[in-house]
């Protein structure tokens, strides 16, 4: 499977921003999906994942309570949806896939899609 994600760009502190992440091959329904960012100079780090039928859901703390993830399988597409958003989640953000399809952030996650930058600056 091939991911591409979209939907970053400039936005002022506490908007909003929806980040898509399309997928390639008919097997993007069995794997769950994550989502990860890396800051400048920092590691890159989890944000959110989601099961494969989107029954199971995980933030990082830095993250709960203002983003989202969704996804539509029919349109091999998953999506985080980014609110109040703070001049810390500047980063490129990136999705991946995760084998077992419980999208668990411990389990191992790969097929990493080229990623799309989110600046939040005023």
């Known amino acids: 499977v091939q991911l591409q994600a979209s939907g970053g760009g ?5 908007g909003s921003l929806r980040l898509s992440c399309a997928a390639s091959g008919r097997t993007f329904s ?3 999906m994550g989502w990860f960012r890396q800051a400048p100079g920092k590691e890159r780090e989890f ?21 989202t993830i969704s996804r539509d399988n029919a349109m091999n597409t998953v999506y ?11 980063a490129v953000y990136y999705c991946a ?6 999208g668990d952030p411990g389990r191992p996650f790969d ?5 799309t930058e989110v600046t939040v600056s005023s």
């Open 80 to 90: 985080l949806e980014m609110n109040s958003l703070k001049p810390e989640d500047t």
């Open 111 to 115: 097929n990493w899609g080229q990623g």
């Open 30 to 32: 069995s794997y769950g």
């Open 10 to 14: 400039l936005v002022q502190p506490g």
């Open 47 to 67: 944000v959110a994942a989601i099961s494969w039928r989107g029954g199971t859901t995980y933030f990082a703390d830095s993250v709960k309570g203002r983003f």
């Open 97 to 102: 896939t995760e084998a077992t399809g419980r």
